[in-house]
C-alpha cells in the first residue's frame, strides 16, 4: 500500500536562523510509518538571503529539501509557488519563526484521517526571546486564540501558520491565494472561498507550534504599521464597503474618546484599543483609496 506524502513547505524573508531550527524541528518529525515528507522552502527575498542555509541543511539532515525564490515579494505569491513546487497529496504550511512540536505533523494527519477533512488547522503559542513588559503579558497581544478540536465553519479562524490542506482542493478547483492579500491576510480569504465550495476544516488542538516572538514586535509603531495593513487587507473581504466604513468611524470615535481614560486606569487596554484604532483607519483608508 502506498504511503501519503506530504510536502511542509515553508515561506522565508530574511530570517535564515529561525528557518535553519525549524528544518531541524521538521527533519526529526515523529511519522509513525504513516506517511513520508519532503520540505519545500520558497525564498522571498530576490537577494537570497535563505539560500547559504538551507544549502547546509541539506548536507545535514536527511528529509529532502527543496529551495526555490519568488523575488516579487508577496506572501500570497510566495505561497502560490510553494503549492505549485509540492510534490505531496498533502500540504503542510508553517512560518519560518515557528517551531512544531515533534509530533505535530502526526498529529494534523491523524485528526484529518479521523475527521475525514480537506484541511486541519492548529494553535500557535508565543515564545519571547527576551522577557516583554508586563503590559505585553497582561493583554495576551501575541496569544492567539485556541478552540476546542473538531469541525469548524468560521472562516475568520482561517491561518496558514500551521496547516495541512489537501493538495487536491486546489488542483480541482483553481482556487489559490488571492494577490491583493500579499502583505497579509490570505489565509482568512483562502479558508472563506474553500469553506464556500463546501470543504471540511477542522481545528485540532494538539496539533502544536511555537512562534519566536523577538521585541521589535512589541515596540508600539510596530503594532501600529502592523494593524493598519491588517486593516487595509480586511477591506478586501467581500461586502458592503459603505457599512465597514460606517462601522469603523464609529469605532475610532468610540476608540479615541475613551484612549485617555484607558492611559490613567490600564495601559494594557490602552495600548489594546489604540491597535484596534490602526485596524479601522487602515481599512477606512483602503476603502477611500478604491
Not at 495600548?271 to 483609496?289: C, M, N, T
Request: aromatic content about 12%.
Amino acid at each position: 500500500m502506498t504511503k501519503s506524502h506530504i510536502s511542509v513547505c515553508i515561506c522565508t524573508y530574511k530570517r535564515p536562523h529561525l528557518l535553519s531550527e525549524l528544518i531541524k524541528s521538521i527533519d526529526c518529525q515523529v511519522r509513525e510509518d504513516l506517511f513520508t515528507f519532503d520540505i519545500i522552502v520558497v525564498d522571498n527575498d530576490r537577494q537570497r538571503t535563505a539560500q547559504e542555509i538551507v544549502s547546509l541543511c541539506k548536507m545535514e539532515y536527511k528529509t529532502k529539501i527543496s529551495y526555490y525564490v519568488e523575488e516579487r515579494q508577496n506572501i500570497s505569491l510566495a505561497r502560490n509557488k510553494a503549492i505549485q513546487c509540492a510534490i505531496g497529496d498533502f500540504i503542510a504550511f508553517i512560518d519560518d519563526d515557528e517551531i512544531p512540536d515533534k509530533c505535530w505533523l502526526l498529529t494534523l494527519y491523524k485528526a484529518m484521517e479521523k475527521y475525514k477533512a480537506d484541511a486541519v488547522m492548529g494553535p500557535v503559542f508565543p515564545i519571547y526571546q527576551v522577557k516583554p513588559p508586563k503590559w505585553v503579558i497582561k493583554g495576551k497581544f501575541f496569544e492567539r486564540p485556541t478552540y476546542k478540536t473538531g469541525p469548524f465553519k468560521d472562516w475568520t479562524k482561517g491561518r496558514t501558520g500551521n496547516l495541512l490542506i489537501k493538495k487536491s482542493l486546489f488542483d480541482s478547483t483553481g482556487i489559490y491565494f488571492d494577490l491583493r492579500f500579499g502583505k497579509g491576510g490570505e489565509d482568512q480569504d483562502l479558508t472563506r472561498r474553500m469553506m464556500e465550495k463546501g470543504f471540511i476544516f477542522i481545528w485540532c488542538n494538539e496539533a502544536m507550534a511555537h512562534e519566536t516572538i523577538p521585541p521589535d514586535r512589541w515596540r508600539l509603531k510596530n503594532m501600529i504599521r502592523k494593524a493598519f495593513i491588517r486593516g487595509k487587507m480586511s477591506a478586501q473581504y467581500p461586502g458592503s464597503k459603505l457599512i465597514m466604513a460606517s462601522k469603523s468611524i464609529i469605532a475610532i470615535s468610540a476608540y479615541a474618546l475613551s484612549l485617555p481614560f484607558l492611559l490613567l486606569l490600564d495601559y494594557a487596554l490602552f495600548i489594546e484599543y489604540l491597535v484596534k484604532i490602526g485596524d479601522h483607519s487602515g481599512r477606512i483608508l483602503a476603502i477611500i483609496q478604491k
